[in-house]
């Protein structure tokens, strides 16, 4: 059996840091196990979106008040 | 946004969103390939109302996405069954004009171990995963 060549890179990441690998950034989370896993990154909140951009978020009664009730498919 | 007899609502796309939601895929995959062929006619003419679903307030996985709304992708009169990808949107008022705001897009039924764009969106809204209040 032929060995792996494999240099292990050591990170100083934690529990919800952001790292980015080849230009993809990725959510350092718990794997419930003790350990830790990545997935593809969500850096901002809703609030945080339409803060930046100085707008308001506009509940559902809102828009529904203004624009008819919009129908739903009980999907997600 | 032109006007037609149906009626729309503007779509407004921040950059650093598309990044984290669209060019996390890899370039040639069906999602994003199918979210950069919309993004053009969504800046440009926004969604037609009738193209417009509310999200659940709780979802089967455990997603609660009141006040989100969402279009299926490809954008078409297609049934949902064909259009297997989703965009999510929060509504916006600034100085009078209401629009919609991407904040999510992604499979609606990935494989497992993927997230759905709802538990992303969930994520966007509150802040983390459904399975992460345990």
Known sequence: MTSMAVTTKKLDVHIGDVVEIEGRRYDVISDKEGGVTLEPAITKTVAEIHAEHGERQLSSEEFEELFGEIPADGEG | ?134
Do not use: N
């Open chain 2, 1 to 134: 946004m032109p006007t037609s007899g149906r009626r729309r609502l503007g779509v407004r796309i921040s950059q650093d969103v598309w990044v984290d939601e669209v060019e996390r895929l890899s370039a040639r995959s069906r999602a994003r390939v199918a979210a950069e062929r919309e993004r053009p006619r969504l800046e440009r003419d926004g969604v037609e109302l009738a193209q417009l679903l509310a999200c659940s307030d709780l979802g089967a996985d455990g997603t609660r996405l009141r006040g989100l709304y969402k279009v299926y992708v490809p954008i078409s009169d297609a049934p949902p069954s064909a259009r297997p990808f989703a965009f999510v949107f929060s509504v916006a008022e600034r100085d009078g004009e209401v629009y919609l705001r991407l904040v999510a897009f992604g499979a609606r039924h990935p494989p497992r171990g993927t997230r759905s764009v709802y538990e992303r969106a969930h994520k966007h809204l509150h802040g983390r995963y459904p399975d992460q209040y345990r």
